[in-house]
């Protein structure tokens, strides 16, 4: 009876040391009873190495994404750059190769003008120096009509702030041109749609 007692505490002791040694060999990562003879893994070690792994690659994939932006952009500045003072510098060509147009038209008015005056000196005939003139006068308009300038009408139409400054108000019997400009002192010009000097004009009230 003893000896059966005995027997039955050895084998208790058997099966509690292979359960501790069952359990330290889960602890340490070795082959489990379950794993069919092949090494098991511990999941939670190979995601923390994954994570180890993948976030400095994340880091340099950001910076050279970054990189790659900052070199778009310093690209597109001087590009813009170089557009904006481009643009600059043909608007202002333009602008002097038109004045330049412009003055050489209006020099061969000046020539006409030069012969006027040194026939003044000998002239005799005031009529016929009255129609060179005249003609002389024809020209010019012409010319700056060519250019695109042309005169503001004002007598007889209603002040417009927009194209006509009143310098003086006169009292008027005629009730239709009261309000109306009966007078101008100075002309207005435009340069096609723009106005480039106001008609300086008299109102009747």
Known sequence: MAKDKNKEKMKNK????????????????EAYPNCDGEPCVNVADEAEEGRDKSAPLAEEAAA?????????????????DN???????????????????????VLVIVDDLDRAL????????VEALREGVRLIAQK?????????????????????????EAVAKVPVEDEAKKGK???VVQKGYKLKDKVVRYAKVVVGE
């Open 14 to 29: 058997k099966a509690d040391s292979q359960t501790v040694v069952e359990d330290d060999s889960f602890v340490q990562g």
């Open 64 to 80: 050279a994404e970054a990189a790659q932006w900052k070199d778009k952009y310093l690209r597109l500045s001087a590009e813009f």
């Open 83 to 105: 557009y904006r003072k481009r643009t600059l510098r043909e608007k202002m060509d333009l602008i002097a190769a038109g004045g330049e147009d412009v003055i050489k038209s």
């Open 118 to 125: 040194l026939a003044v000196e000998n002239a005799k005939d």
């Open 140 to 164: 010019l308009e012409s010319t700056l009509r060519s250019k695109g300038v042309s005169e503001i009408e004002a007598i007889g139409l209603p002040l417009d702030t927009d194209l006509h």
């Open 181 to 183: 400009i009966i007078d």
